[in-house]
């Protein structure tokens, strides 16, 4: 074997991935709940859509993207995110109102790959699209958190802050700006550039943490309308019983943001401080884009990152039944029986290669199989021997009693 997975990717195989599904399927069920319809829109999108969307100054644009020409001489890029593509299908649609949906899947991103922090990495996210009330925050604010704790990750703290809306950030940002100017010779270089294209920009450098811890706030230069926003926002966090930190330096890492931003953190997951997901307030992304005026409220999980924090499960439950065929005669019986089970929902299998019994209730063991099920002499009286694989429990069964048997366990 000679060729690798790329740098910066990786292989999620059984039974690792049974962490992932469960994952997937509770962010499912819970977007269902939250009235979040199904969102699917392309890979790769024009280069110019992340751009404009995301913003040229960010570190995602200036030098994160994975761009190319296709055959006809197209510049597109592999999508880094999604909310611009949802926005911009939004637009090309022509719809109007409110449009809530959810996604999932994997986005693109040339980092320096280490722990969190990957090439190709996974996301799910909400957008509530045409709302511009707090109480549409809150409940974004609401899923992302009401996900990690379904998965049963402990100490979730929500980390809160508000950018203000572009015309409270004009006073601001010459705030800003003068305070990064008088500490120039302390700044990165990158920092240095942006303190005239995107001084904000300089607030989410990692080189620059000593400079901007002192840097004036966001918070303390809010517009009354964006001030009675926060507060609302809080209130219905308060209210919905979720916890939140104000965090004064949080600015998230593109352009397209107003008023609320917010991220995730857990004491289960504290590589390099970073977080399991996060999103905020758009507003003026729709604009951006080249439409009327949209506003929208969205977040995204890291997939990659909220797997790593997730508690193992006690590895029973992948299999409800495992059929061992201790009479080789009876293969096609043994067939049947699985397939009978499947047909009743019972997750059942079988192992296809001619192993002893002992190599089989190996193979059971192995897969999590709650139930072994052994055809047998019994089957010829219409009879299977059943065996929970927890305690060894044993009994000898019709056929057609093998699903509920399997299910009561
Ligand atoms: P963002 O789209 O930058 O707001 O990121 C939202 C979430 O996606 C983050 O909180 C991470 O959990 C996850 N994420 C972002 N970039 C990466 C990456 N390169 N590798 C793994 N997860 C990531």
Avoid at 125 to 141: C, I, K, N, R
Avoid at 144 to 170: A, F, H, K, T, W
Wanted: glycine letters at 10%; charged letters at 25%.
């Amino acid at each position: 074997m000679t060729t690798r997975a790329p740098k910066g990717t990786i292989d999620v195989l059984p039974p690792e991935s049974a962490a992932w599904r469960r994952l997937l399927r509770a962010f499912d069920s819970l977007a269902e709940r939250y009235g979040y319809g199904l969102a699917l829109t392309p890979l790769f999108e024009a280069t110019e859509l992340f751009a404009r969307g995301v913003g040229e100054e960010t570190e995602i644009v200036s030098k994160q993207m994975y761009s190319f020409t296709d055959k006809a001489g197209r510049a597109l890029t592999l999508r880094p995110e999604a909310t611009a593509s949802v926005v911009r299908a939004y637009l090309q649609e022509g719809r109007t109102g409110v449009l809530k949906c959810a996604y999932s899947g994997p986005m693109f991103r040339y980092e320096q790959p280490q722990a969190g922090r990957r090439r190709q990495f996974y996301q799910v996210g909400v957008e509530y699209l045409g709302e511009p009330s707090p109480d549409a925050d809150v409940e974004v604010v609401e899923v992302g958190y009401r996900l990690l704790e379904e998965l049963g990750i402990r100490g979730v703290m929500v980390l809160l802050n508000s950018l203000g809306d572009p015309e409270d950030r004009v006073e601001y940002r010459q705030l800003l700006r003068a305070y990064l100017a008088e500490r120039a010779d302390l700044l990165s270089e990158d920092s240095r550039r942006r303190l005239d294209t995107n001084p904000l920009r300089v607030l989410d450098s990692k080189a620059d943490v000593a400079v901007v811890a002192e840097a004036p706030a966001t918070l303390d230069h809010l517009g009354p309308e964006a001030a009675a926003h926060f507060a609302a926002v809080r209130l219905g966090l308060e209210r919905r019983g979720i916890p939140y930190e104000i965090a004064p330096r949080l600015v998230r890492g593109l352009d397209y943001y107003n008023r609320t931003v917010f991220e995730y953190q857990a004491r289960s997951y504290t590589a390099a401080q970073d977080a399991l997901g996060g999103g905020g307030r758009y507003d003026p992304l729709a604009e951006l884009l080249g439409g009327p005026p949209i506003p929208g409220v969205g977040l995204a999980m890291g997939v990659d990152r909220i797997v790593a924090a997730m508690p193992e499960e006690g590895g029973e439950g992948s299999l409800g039944v495992f059929v061992v065929l201790a009479d080789p005669g009876r293969r096609a019986e043994a067939l049947d029986l699985v397939a009978m089970l499947r047909a009743a929902g019972v997750s059942a299998d079988l192992d296809l290669g001619e192993r002893s019994v002992k190599a089989q209730f190996k193979v059971a063991g192995r897969r999590g199989a709650a139930v072994a099920a052994v055809v047998g002499a019994e089957w010829a009286e219409g009879r299977v021997t059943v065996r929970a694989m927890a305690d060894g429990e044993e009994e000898t069964v019709p056929i057609a009693e093998v699903a509920a048997w399997a299910q009561a366990r």
